[in-house]
């Protein structure tokens, strides 16, 4: 008796830490180099689900990729053919029709009765916590993602360089800065560095057709297990 109930403790036990570890922030997106897009959460089976910055679920699927060509992705993911189920009709307003599972990934939902910067968005996915910024922060900020598990998400804050005020500014303990508007004009507010990777673009001084393209730097860059993405 006694074995069985230590066997069933166990599983118990190891299910919930295989499922702590079954959603995880993976990547962080920017479209022209210059412009956070969505956070991306891994799933099992290898499923990512994009979230935009003010925590609402935009796509998910599998990342198409090229067998001859290691660093080829393309933006567009392919769809996820396993099981999607949504919040039905006896569920509140807030959380009514919106995505409950994708896979064996739970979404929970910030409903009736939270605050106006969280209703109605993510709460949880898995064992991932989500929070938001609200008025109490700089309006620019208000409702967008603060926190997603222990990962402290942080903007530029509206009195800093117009080049990148409000852009993103740090995700758990990687820095992200730009180029600011004392730069050239074709790469100011451009990325400059993610963690201490840096990135040089093509100025208006170089030559004609370059101008504002990418010199140096990786398209895809992993950093502390979040894989940072420009597009």
Not at 4 to 16: E, G, I, P, S
Not at 26 to 54: E, K, M, W
Not at 80 to 86: A, C
């Amino acid at each position: 008796m006694n074995y069985t109930k230590h066997l069933l403790t166990t599983l118990f036990a190891l299910c919930l830490l295989l499922n702590s570890h079954a959603q995880q922030l993976a990547q962080v997106t920017f479209s022209g180099a210059s412009t956070f897009t969505y956070f991306s959460l891994l799933t099992d089976g290898n499923v990512l689900i994009r979230i935009s910055p003010d925590g609402r679920v935009m796509e998910w699927g599998t990342e198409e990729q090229s067998a001859r060509i290691p660093n080829y992705y393309t933006p567009k993911l392919v769809p996820y053919p396993g099981r999607v189920d949504y919040y039905g009709p006896q569920s509140d307003s807030a959380t009514r029709g919106k995505i409950q599972t994708i896979g064996s990934a739970h979404i929970t939902y910030y409903g009736v009765g939270a605050s106006p910067y969280q209703l109605g968005k993510i709460k949880t996915i898995g064992s991932l916590q989500f929070d938001y910024f609200t008025n109490f922060d700089y309006d620019i900020f208000i409702g967008k993602i603060k926190m997603i598990g222990m990962n402290q998400i942080n903007y530029y804050a509206p009195n800093e360089n117009a080049a990148y005020s409000g852009k993103l500014k740090s995700v758990g303990s990687t820095a992200i800065t730009y180029y600011s508007s004392f730069d050239d004009k074709l790469i100011k507010g451009k990325l400059k560095s993610i963690g201490s990777q840096t990135y040089s673009w093509y100025t208006s001084f170089d030559q004609p057709g370059y101008g504002g393209g990418l010199k140096a730097g990786p398209v895809r860059l992993a950093v502390g297990g979040v894989t940072y993405i420009l597009f």
